[in-house]
């Protein structure tokens, strides 16, 4: 099992309208595909205008497959043109659980 940890910078002003548009068409596109969502967080303290999708995979190839699928979806595209401009700066981290992880999916 891995865990896919997306975190996004959204830009100064744009958090409200993102989350709207995110939880309309993103989101279930993402479920369709992806599958597990782990969690969905927004930054309070710390850097500013985040958000943190988590997202739970068999395997890296199962990560792969998935996201191919996603990025075939007319749909999917349609919202990554209508998401142009949103974001500053994103990082993708793949996170493998210790042994002793309290997270059984």
Known sequence: MIFEQRTYTVAHGRMEDYLARYERDALPLQRKHLGRL????????????????????????DREARRQAMDADPAWQTFKLGNRGTFVAQEVKILTPAPFCPIYL
Do not use: M
Request: glycine share 8%; aromatic share 16%.
């Open 38 to 61: 782990l969690g969905f967080f927004v930054s309070e303290i710390g850097p500013l205008n985040q958000v943190v999708h988590i997202w739970v995979y068999d395997s890296l190839a």
